[in-house]
């Protein structure tokens, strides 16, 4: 919350000048009414024209004021909040990007509430939570040191009148009834309605789709049921407001009429003391539901912080020239949660230039120990040095800036081939492009559309497409998970060529299924339960006759 506070203060120009034109609005709106009330009571009295012109004149320009400082508190705070939500917006996404991997681990219906939902949730905290209270003390304070010129009495009236409906309300309220679960529900309820839209096709497949649409209406009407009762609570809270703000007021009618008959108050001020406590409870009206928006605010900050907190600090060095060496010691790691470790001491020594198959089976680690070399996630234990720095060390965006990767699963946006591969490299020609294109066998125009994901190309396309990506940015490291394992075996091979051709200069590590042609590495390292159980090239690995051997004779 306080971090919220102060990026909202970051605009504290704009957020004075909003407390400013909120009060003004506020006590114009009393006196407005209180010069009504004067005005009606001296014309009674029938006093010189000059009078009623002056009183006249001052209700028009109470009422000129009132409006131009409502529409300048609703211009200004609205600017305040629309520039804080932006502020909001791009600091969650700072702190969210550096570990994309980690979301992953949370079900994109949920993902998607926190980052749409919870976020704009939070433009109330200004406008709901902390502006409204300001205002109304503010506003308060003024009314009840005027009203003493009249009666203490009458003062101490509105005090207790405010009191009520500004803490004793609302808090009373807040603290009996529980709230609903409905920000629960509604999570849950996204989480459902995704996996369902994403799963259809393997529902009704298994004849799962009516259980499913029973269990999504179930907690639809469950959702239903909790904001119906969320907004039965802020109706009551606002009644319970008005309630006590027109029994003030009439306490006040009662009280002035009996000063005045005892001669202790000019009757003459009657009407203006009743139409004052009247407006000054419309600044409490807004108070009612501080405490619910102030509670929905902190169910945002709190789900938003759980995936930010994740956030582990990045290194800040650049890497200089091109990568030497990549050195692991005794490395582990573990998945959060996991039962057992993905990676178990594990030590490699890559040079550059050097090409690494990784092969094993499947659940070994192989995708893992990639991950690692692309600083997507952080080891457990051991030491991974790049050229003799700490791989911990080194920005992230400095690493990627030498690699080129080509993974199990490759995202491609909604755009066109061409503005895909751009992404790779954005100075690159429309020759160059059409060079890996052909290099990847991939028969496709530069314009020719790319739906999201990748929706209209087949597994091999996609394939071909993220090679192309991959011989376009060209770096010194090449990354490649199960590159071609989509592709017909002919197409497969000519693929393995061109990448061992392309690839001359570069350091690769691969990880493969594919036994065939591994005699073109310098190095093959076979994983087993989270170790290299052997490494060296095809034929030391054939002189041991140890499990490369068991995997090749397979
Ligand atoms: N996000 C995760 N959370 C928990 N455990 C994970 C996660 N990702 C992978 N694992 C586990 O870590 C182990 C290693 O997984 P990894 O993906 O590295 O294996 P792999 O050798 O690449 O498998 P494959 O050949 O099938 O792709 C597996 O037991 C897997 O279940």
């Not at 004149?57 to 000129?64: D, M, P, Q």
């Not at 009612?288 to 994740?310: C, G, M, Q, W, Y």
């Not at 039962?339 to 020594?349: D, F, G, M």
Request: net charge neutral.
């Amino acid at each position: 919350m306080q971090e919220l506070v102060a990026m909202i203060w970051q605009d504290k120009k704009d957020v004075l000048l909003a407390l400013l034109a909120g009060t003004i609005s506020g006590l114009t709106a009393v006196a407005l009414f209180a010069q009504s009330g004067l005005l009606i009571s001296k014309a009674a009295l029938m006093p010189p024209f000059y009078i009623i012109l002056i009183l006249t004149a001052f209700l028009k320009l109470f009422g000129v004021t009132k409006s131009a400082s409502k529409y300048a508190e609703r211009y200004i705070s609205h600017r305040v909040t629309f520039k804080f939500i932006s502020i909001v917006r791009m600091n969650f996404f700072k702190k969210l990007l550096p570990q994309a991997h980690v979301l992953n681990n949370y079900k994109s219906g949920d993902l998607l509430t926190r980052i749409t939902g919870d976020v704009e949730q939070l433009q109330n905290f200004f406008l709901r939570v902390l502006y409204p209270p300001f205002i109304a003390f503010f506003v308060f304070i003024v009314v009840i040191l005027f009203s003493l010129f009249f009666s203490p009495w009458i003062s101490l009236l509105l005090l207790i009148g405010i009191v009520l409906t500004s803490i004793v309300v609302p808090y009373i309220l807040f603290r009996r009834r529980p709230y609903s679960t409905s920000t629960l529900e509604k999570k849950e309820l996204t989480i459902l309605a995704t996996e369902y839209f994403y799963g259809y096709r393997d529902l009704i497949l298994h004849h799962q789709n009516e259980s499913k649409a029973e269990e999504l209406s179930a907690l639809y009407k469950a959702y239903g049921n909790s904001r119906r009762k969320e907004l039965d609570q802020e109706q009551t809270s606002y009644l319970w407001n008005q309630l006590i703000a027109l029994f003030t007021s009439f306490s006040v009618v009662f009280v002035g009429a009996y000063l005045t008959a005892v001669g202790q108050l000019d009757g003459l001020y009657l009407a203006l003391i009743v139409l004052i406590s009247l407006t000054v409870f419309e600044s409490a009206v807004p108070l009612a539901l501080v405490p619910i928006f102030a509670r929905h605010t902190k169910n945002a900050v709190d789900r938003l912080e759980e995936i930010t907190s994740k956030n582990e600090s990045d290194g800040t060095l650049h890497l200089k020239g091109v990568i030497q060496n990549i050195q692991l010691h005794d490395v582990s790691y573990w998945y959060p949660s996991a039962a057992r470790p993905a990676l178990e001491q594990l030590s490699l020594n890559i040079q550059a230039g050097e090409k690494i198959a990784i092969i094993g089976p499947s659940g070994c680690g192989k995708t893992t120990l990639l991950q690692l070399l692309m600083k997507e996630i952080k080891r457990t234990s051991g030491e991974i040095y790049v050229n003799t720095t700490d791989i911990n060390a080194i920005s992230s965006q400095s690493m990627y800036a030498h690699m080129s990767t080509m993974l199990q699963h490759n995202h491609f946006f909604s755009g066109t081939i061409k503005s895909n591969l751009l992404m790779a490299n954005d100075e690159a020609s429309d020759e160059a492009i059409q060079k890996v294109l052909q290099k990847a066998q991939l028969n496709k125009n530069l314009e020719d559309p790319v739906f999201e994901k990748g929706g209209n190309l087949s597994g091999g396309e996609k394939q071909r497409l993220a090679f192309a990506r991959l011989l376009l940015k060209d770096s010194d490291l090449w990354i490649v998970d199960e590159p071609f394992t989509s592709l017909d075996v002919q197409t497969e091979k000519i693929l393995f060529n061109t990448l061992h051709e392309e690839a001359a200069n570069k350091t690769v590590v691969m990880v493969t299924h594919s036994l065939a042609d591994l005699d073109r590495f310098d190095r093959i390292c076979v994983m087993l339960r989270g170790q290299i159980v052997e490494c060296g090239s095809h034929q030391q690995l054939l002189a041991k006759k140890g499990l490369y051997c068991e995997m090749l004779n397979q």
